[in-house]
């Protein structure tokens, strides 16, 4: 009898285990997972850090709901947040919160990182490159222009499990989640909104991006009698880069044209099932 409950009482701590492993797996990146695994690294403990907090939202979600099927409505919320958790933990973000129409990562926990204001702009700059070759995609069944803002703040906040590491999730709070949701709430679309401390916290380590003094300069509601000043930062397009519309917006693979029906044609992805109907583009190569 005691070997049996013995046993039993092995399976269901093995099987607790495993799905808080899983539970993590969502949040971090493979190497984090490892080290928890392995024992090197302890997230039972909450602690104060300074991290990067980044906020990403989908422009205008609330009105869409009301006009698309819930569940076309969902699907595209799925993809387009499941390409931007890919990225994020490739850049070993760890993704706090998923908010239904929107998203809260940070860095810099829980391993630390030398460059993690760097790690989370330039995970958010890939999200930019990987939505502008798939505006047109997600537009259409968006049935609207499918932009997105993204604020980026740095500062101190408390981070661990909340409410408790049994019933919780691994997520930071203070007032840098507060203002780098202002600040996603005050990006131009599809640009980056971030703060001129910030900015001087990547002195000499940004390359081929395009900043802009930001316009939208109300005050930022929580932070009144705060002055801050805000830049819009978005990749720098050059002339080596693909033209987008010759681009599958699912694989990446190149498009041509399958069929010419008068002015549109008929465009199909070399590398998967994808096909649309498109303007007529010179430089997709005919087949």
Request: hydrophobic share 35%; aromatic share 8%; with cysteine.
């Amino acid at each position: 009898r005691n070997e049996i409950e013995t046993k039993d009482q092995v399976i269901e701590d093995k099987t607790r285990h495993g799905v808080f492993l899983e539970k993590l797996a969502m949040q971090f990146s493979p190497q984090v997972i490892d080290a928890i695994k392995g024992g090197s690294l302890n997230i039972e403990d909450r602690v104060r850090r300074s991290i990067s907090c980044i906020f990403i939202d989908i422009e205008n979600s609330t009105g869409r709901s009301a006009r698309l099927d819930y569940s076309e409505y969902s699907d595209i919320l799925s993809a387009f947040f499941s390409e931007c958790i890919d990225i994020l933990l490739n850049h070993d973000i760890t993704v706090g919160t998923y908010l239904g129409d929107g998203l809260m990562a940070f860095s810099n926990a829980p391993m630390e990182s030398q460059d993690h204001q760097l790690a989370a702009l330039s995970a958010c700059l890939d999200i930019l490159k990987v939505h502008r070759r798939k505006f047109k995609y997600y537009s259409d069944r968006w049935r609207s222009p499918f932009n997105i803002r993204i604020g980026i703040n740095t500062g101190f906040a408390l981070v661990g499990f909340f409410p408790n590491p049994k019933r919780g999730t691994y997520t930071a709070v203070g007032d840098v989640i507060n203002l780098a949701s202002r600040l996603c709430g005050k990006a131009h679309p599809n640009t980056v909104c971030v703060t001129k401390d910030f900015l001087k916290d990547l002195s000499g380590k940004l390359e081929a991006v395009k900043i802009e003094r930001s316009s939208n300069t109300d005050a930022i509601k929580g932070f009144e009698g705060e002055h801050f000043e805000l830049f819009a930062i978005t990749n720098l397009n050059t002339s080596s880069e693909e033209s987008a519309q010759s681009m599958c917006p699912l694989c990446g693979n190149q498009l041509f044209v399958a069929e010419s029906l008068g002015q549109v044609d008929v465009v199909r992805c070399t590398g998967c099932n994808y096909h649309d109907l498109v303007d007529k583009v010179p430089e997709i190569k005919a087949a």
